[in-house]
């Protein structure tokens, strides 16, 4: 029929080729502008988002010596093309949120449905069920008490009816009725719910495949994540060996240019709507965003450029 | 490795009863004891029978009451709630049309539909499949005449507004009107709890509908049709999406494309009421049928 179709099955595909036009700065602290461009459109102007820049659309305008470390290239690693998204504060982030909930009157539901749905699909693009080490394709899905949590427990969902079999790990419940739905559907759906995390982190490396981090979200780098058992979870997790996923933020990452030596190293990370600043310094093998259901204007008032997503997916790798 | 396996609770002892392989049939279920020989469910494919004229293999077509039933049990069992489950149904309506009506396939010069949304929870349906086509890349306008107040929906019309989708302040008179503004047609006017005799304005609409030639695609039941039975002399669109599971009517359904979506329905649910459903391919949330 023509249509290029969602998620590819199969080994991962890897990241599509895509021509480097179009591509706002990738952060505000670029310096010099190459010759012949003209600078930055400024942040919410309807030149940022989806329309050629000014000037040479051929070069994207990312620095080549390395600067801060948030936009140094990884050693040894693949060169990515640089991200077209500016990363969101966490005010930006909760300002978004607020403006889809009240203006656009999503529910929250409906938001934390949409977010878990893709999250899923994210993950089974950077892990498709054949590329599985293990016969079974178990998954740990590590759940908070926030809304991260919540997201996590729908992914789980989603991922059950993809055939793998995840298991949750949701030791603090949340008593927000919404919360207990969700858990609901996932006991419904018959995916069990470990009783405690094992500390012993051989047994986790041996019995699943990857671990999906939805322990905290951009909420955690206010520095909350001392807090039990979440931090029991995160100390848990910096030794396992097997890969991470981390939906939004990497749990327990705090803003700053350098990270924490106790900092987890997740994988994969997909970041819900648009990527926060903590991803700056993400040195994982796939970025994924899951924001398609963003609506245009909000993400041009945001200065979102909007990202190709390939037919119907609701995620694109960056 | 019986040591993990036992200190990782349920999960992993479920999962070494499986050890053998999983069940080849959608609706096994992870139950401790479930072991592999119940889970063949051999006896229990042949003990109901086929429905004439079905698709896939033993997949069951409902009847209105069974379909109400499934509904009612998602809500209150299975603790889905409503804006989940549209949510879900919207998005699987709008890949469909999505993979048999590519934007690159119209003739009109932009890929214009029209989607027509009924009072209920089918029109909410429409109002979801709106918002994603024109995530796709479509250019939908609904017209949404007799609109529920619940908040639920006022929210899915809001969030259409926001998006710049335009909203018809009354229905293009003549079917020739549509055939030019439009290259396709969604009908999300009455689902499967619709009885009785249509009530205006949908009589008119639908009389319209049934003389446009761009293709109709329709969510869940063909709009005017017995949600059993059919309707031989009502709409006849061209694709149908059914949605958890097809109905009794879509056995009438002649149009070239038929889709199933709402890959939402647990496993338990399946088995209960025998649904046979194919598997969806990937991650896919469409599945077409014909």
Known sequence: MG??????????????????????????????????????????????AGSASPGSPRFPRYRRDPGPA????????RWRRPRPLRPRSQAEAEAMEKELLED???????????????????VTKAFPLRSLRRRQPTLLVACGPAQNGAVGLVCARHLRSFDYEPTIFYPKRSPDPLHRDFTTQCEKMDIPFLSYLPTEVQLINDAYNAVVDAVLGAEGTQGTEGTEPCAAILATLRHVRIPIVSL???????????????DISPDVLVSLAAPKEVARRFRGRRHFLAGRFVPEELRRKFGLSPPEYPGSDCVVAL | MPGPRALLGLGLLVAAARAGGRCGERGWSWGLGWNRERCRCLPRRAMHVPSPG??????????????????????TEYKFSVDQLMELAGLSCATAIAKAYPPSSFTTSQPAVLVVCGPGNNGGDGLVCARHLKMFGYQPTVYYPKRSSKPLFEGLTTQCNKMDIPFLP?????AEF???????????????SFTGAVREPFGSILS???????????????????VEKGKADGLQPDMLISLTAPKKAAMHFTGRYHFLGGRFVPPALQEKYSLNLPEYPGTDCVLQLT
């Not at chain 1, 249509?3 to 199969?10: D, L, R």
């Not at chain 1, 939004?248 to 106790?262: E, F, I, N, T, Y």
């Not at chain 2, 009847?63 to 049990?73: N, R």
């Open chain 1, 3 to 48: 249509w290029e179709g969602p998620a590819a099955w199969g080994p991962n595909p890897g990241p599509q080729p895509r021509t480097p036009t179009r591509i706002p700065s990738c952060s505000d602290s670029i310096p010099a502008v190459p010759p012949g461009l003209d600078p930055p459109a400024p942040l919410g102007s309807p030149g940022t």
């Open chain 2, 170 to 174: 009354e229905f293009p008179a003549e």
């Open chain 2, 208 to 226: 319209t509908l049934e003389r446009v030639t761009v293709p109709i695609a329709s969510i869940d039941i063909p709009s005017g049709w017995d």
């Open chain 1, 104 to 122: 656009y009157r999503f529910g929250r539901q409906q938001l934390i449905e949409m977010c878990g749905h893709a999250c899923a699909v994210a």
């Open chain 1, 70 to 77: 948030g936009l140094a290239f990884p050693p040894g690693g």
């Open chain 2, 178 to 192: 549509i055939d030019e503004l439009y290259g396709l047609v969604v009908d999300a006017i009455f689902g499967f």
């Open chain 1, 248 to 262: 939004d933020v990497p749990s327990g990452w705090l803003p700053g240019p350098a990270g924490g030596s106790g």
């Open chain 2, 54 to 75: 079905a698709g896939p293999k033993g997949l069951r077509f409902l009847g209105q009451e069974e379909a109400q039933a499934i509904d009612q049990e998602l809500f």
